[in-house]
């Protein structure tokens, strides 16, 4: 019988983020267990700010992050969280002389899995983005799409219990895209997975929960459907498909709130 | 379940040889991918080729191990330089990679990754040394007869290489920025300069007995064949301060960038290592050890010197290391010695002395023993001529026109140098003064010279060795008027 994990591994309470003056995450209480969790929203949102957060890359000026049960300030449970993170930034760099193989390998071997649980598990990372006549390839021969599904792997290779992915579709052709999205709903079995895009249909056919962020707010939060829905019952929010008027009108909506 | 499976995990994840294995798989793919063994490969052909000519030029047929080691230490002017630069490049390149956020999530501690990059530059310091230090070893070991490299000094070398190389990689981790190469190489210079001036011989160590170049100085009369002496306090300083550059370049840049208080702790240690000696050093609170003070307590009393006879029955006995020159050296001394062999002060044993002395002043010790005295840059041309006239002629004596004649008129005859080969500028590194305090006007009184000789080649050999003979005590006091000739 399948075990399903229902804690709670993304709890966040309060958490707020300024850089500078610029105060760029306002007060925000989230909670997610084992699902996909689309993050939508226009540039400068607080998209990028909030994965960064939940990848334990930066410490919010306020509030208090629990990840995977555990308190993400405390040191000692910080590199534990870690072991189990999975992480695509959206400036992926890389290094352009290791070989696709070797860079997940590196990043195996960085997050602490154990040695001899490596070698297969790259292996399999890269099967998974389908990269495998590609993995004796070097980096910096690659194309970006190419680049993009090593980023991917690399994130992925330790069956991370949350996986972080900012943008992760940027550069994918269609028919990648849509194995993509059947890698993410794998993952969701087992892992609370976050997906920051601006494609609706991303989050339309891979997503069981979406967010909305506005001007560093969340301004939706419900399924996918809901949001579909919302867009059916507006008329006058922009945007071809009901996700975009529903996508749409809940940044209208936020933004009123917010003045 | 789920909470014996932390506590194991916690426990697995602290073991120091999963760490290990773990640190060394990340190290064999870092130093699969560096990326810049061709320049490295260039760096090591630039060292080896530098240090062929260095040991090349320097050294008469007999090549030393103390040549050697100093030449492959010294190298590390330049092949440190050069991974130095080499990888500030790669450490700022790294640092360009927008790759920080994808490390900082990881697991493994930033300064642990951090501190590949810097085994990486030590792994390549030491490779790069390696390949010159081995070339030249395996060269010199069909040559060098006797003794064994000098371990110490070759050690300096390897440690300020690798302090280089660390230094470089400091500064392209801190400043991820195109020109950090440049910077490196501002900074590995202006330690140089600092470092390398000559120092004086005598009084307390400065800033600038910290040098590798300081072992250039020392290695006639220190790093000797005759001598047990195989460092010098000078030397150990310079490991210090090359172990002291890496330690501090491996943990400030650490600190710096994470802001760990061990590691801010380890930077200030290491800082502290790096100013309290130096201090030490630069306020000169410590007496300095100089080739003066080594040399009388060391020499080595075992050595057995190689002789050999000659035709004018003139034994020349020289230091093993030698031992190649050893035939044509009795040829020579025989030669020159052939004409006026039996005669007052012309000795009939020629043996190597330790002691380096002023030309020209050496002493017989019996009146038949003469003592020559070799390094590397002597040729026996000039200094076997040198050794049997500082035994003919009497000690303290100047030189006249009687000396320049005989010395000439035998040099000629074997072969060798004489006082005219001085003059027209002929003269070797190591140039008695003797033979060439002969006034402004050489040519006039080279052609005086030269004529006096060939006149007396005009008679026959009984002829020249009855005149010697008869003005054997005039010639060597130098009394003797020239125009006497006959």
């Known amino acids: 019988m399948e075990v399903v994990n229902t804690a709670l591994n ?28 689309g993050l939508l929203g226009p540039n400068g949102a607080g998209k990028t700010t909030l994965l960064r957060i939940l990848a334990t890359v930066l410490k919010p000026k306020a509030g208090t992050v629990s990840l995977l049960g555990k308190d993400a300030r405390n040191r000692h449970d910080l590199r534990e969280i870690r072991r189990d993170i999975g992480y695509l930034p959206q400036q992926f760099g890389y290094y352009p002389n290791f070989t696709v193989f070797e860079f997940v390998e590196y990043f195996a071997l960085l997050k602490e899995m154990d040695p001899g649980m490596v070698r297969p598990a790259v292996v399999q990372a890269i099967e998974r983005v389908g990269l495998q006549s590609q993995a004796r390839t070097k980096m910096k021969t690659l194309s970006g799409g190419m680049v993009r599904r090593v980023g991917i792997a690399q994130a992925i290779v330790n069956e991370p219990a949350l996986l972080l992915l ?41 997503c069981n929960h979406v967010v909305v962020m506005g001007d560093g707010r969340i301004v939706y939060r419900g399924t996918p459907d809901e949001l579909m829905t919302a867009g059916n019952e507006t008329t006058d929010a922009a945007g071809d498909s009901a996700m975009e008027r529903g996508y749409s009108a809940a940044l209208a909506s936020g933004r009123a709130v917010a003045s | 379940m789920n909470a014996t499976s932390i506590s ?71 092949v440190g330089t050069g991974c130095g630069v080499l990888m500030s490049f790669y450490a700022a390149s790294r640092g360009r990679r927008n790759i920080d956020d994808l490390l900082d999530s990881a697991a493994m501690p930033g300064w ?12 390549v310091g030491v490779t790069v040394y390696s390949l010159v230090a081995g070339w030249n070893l395996l060269a010199a070991s069909r040559v060098v007869s006797w003794g064994a490299p000098y371990w110490v000094i070759l050690i300096a070398g390897l440690a300020t290489t690798v302090a280089y190389s660390m230094l470089g990689t400091a500064i392209g981790m801190i400043w991820p920025h195109r020109l950090a190469p440049f910077l490196t190489l501002i900074t590995v210079t202006l330690i140089f300069v600092a470092t390398a001036a000559q120092p004086g011989w005598h009084g307390n160590t400065t ?15 220190v790093y000797s064949p005759w001598y047990a002496t195989r460092w010098t306090t000078n030397l150990l300083d310079c490991i210090w301060l090359a172990i002291a550059i890496s330690a501090v370049s491996a943990t400030v840049p650490l600190a710096w960038r994470h802001r760990e208080r061990s590691l801010l702790i380890a930077a200030g240690v290491g800082l502290l290592t790096l100013l309290i000696p130096f201090a030490i050093v630069a306020g000169g609170l410590r007496p300095k050890t100089n080739q003066w003070t080594n040399m009388e ?4 009393a075992d050595i057995e010197l190689v002789c050999s006879v000659g035709t004018a029955n003139v034994e020349v006995c020289l230091h093993p290391a030698w031992e190649s020159e050893l035939d044509r050296a009795t040829i020579m001394a025989n030669d020159f010695i052939t004409p006026v062999q039996g005669l007052t002060g012309v ?44 035994s003919i002629y009497p000690e303290g004596q100047s030189w006249t026109d009687a000396h320049n004649f005989l010395a000439q008129w035998l040099a000629e005859r074997s072969g060798t140098y004489g006082p005219m080969h001085y ?30 000789v060939d006149r007396f080649n005009t008679l026959t050999p009984q002829q020249q060795r009855a005149w010697l003979e008869a003005h054997w005590d005039q010639l060597r006091d130098g009394s003797i008027d020239l125009d006497q000739l006959p």
């Open chain 2, 423 to 452: 003059s027209m500028g002929e003269v070797g590194p190591e140039t008695p003064l003797s033979m060439t305090d002969i006034g402004e006007q050489h040519d006039s009184y080279d052609a005086r010279i030269q004529s006096l």
């Open chain 2, 297 to 300: 307590h060391s020499i080595l």
């Open chain 2, 347 to 390: 000795p009939t044993l020629i043996v190597q002395s330790p002691v380096r002395r002023g030309p020209g002043s050496g002493e017989a010790v019996d009146g038949m023993e003469a003592r020559i005295h070799l390094d590397r840059y002597s040729h026996l041309e000039f200094a076997i001529p040198d050794a049997i006239l500082s």
């Open chain 2, 207 to 221: 800033v600038r007995d910290l040098s590798l170049w300081n072992v250039l100085l020392d290695q006639q009369d």
């Open chain 2, 8 to 78: 194991f995990s916690r426990v697995s994840s602290g073991m120091i040889p999963s760490d290990l294995v773990r640190f060394g798989q990340l190290l064999l793919i870092t130093l699969r991918r560096f990326g810049l063994w061709i320049p490295v490969a260039i760096v090591a052909i630039v060292g080896i080729a530098w240090t062929h000519y260095g040991i090349g030029t320097t050294s008469t047929s007999v090549v030393l191990w103390s040549d050697i080691s100093i030449y492959i230490a010294i190298s590390s002017a330049i």
């Open chain 1, 10 to 37: 993304v709890d966040l309470r309060d958490v707020r983020h300024s850089f500078g003056r610029t105060e760029v995450l306002h007060h925000i209480d989230m909670t997610a267990s084992t699902g996909v969790t």
């Open chain 1, 166 to 206: 900012d943008e992760p579709t940027v550069g994918l052709d269609p028919e990648q895209r849509v194995l993509f999205r059947g890698l993410l709903r794998d993952m969701a079995d087992h892992s609370t997975v976050f997906v920051s895009t601006h494609l609706v249909e991303d989050v339309a056919t891979a």
């Open chain 2, 112 to 123: 642990k990754s951090d501190t590949l990059t810097f085994a990486l530059a030590a792994c």
